[in-house]
């Protein structure tokens, strides 16, 4: 039912519009004045020649636009190919730069681990050595306390042989003797 009401309101709009066509042109033929055609004819050839002039002048704006844009499109793949370049060589450097610094940490780590194996033999050796030193020392002043006793005790035995002979010689005493004869 809602189609047939559209076409039927689509025939009262044509009937009604080519009735105030009709209208228009029994008004433009009842008019119609020779001065009037030459100013239409006249407009109308301004208009014709407007139209031709706007349509040249779109045409070469279009061709010039299409100009530039062919101009940056040419700049454009050009600074393309430029950034790739600079940007493929900053990634080789880059790469390059990396792998150097990787080389320099690695011989870091490895002359930091001869020279903590170094350092801990050096002071394994250094233990050792304090330790033999130690014990030589040691058996050194034990000697030299074992010699220090005897002496002691040599002092004593000659103490009392000078005492043993003093008394046997009568009038020699201890005191005629010094410690270092």
Known sequence: MSTGRASAKKRVRESESSKSELRKRLAVDDDFDPELSNVASEIKSKLDDLKAKLEKERQNFAKALSQNSKECETLMKNETTKFQTVYEKFCKEKAAHMQALKDTISKYEEEKERLFMRYEQQRKK??????????????KIAELEESLKKKKQDDKTFSILRKTLGSFLDNASDEDFTPDD
């Open 126 to 139: 250094e233990k050792s050595l304090l330790s033999e030193r130690e014990k030589a020392c040691a058996s």
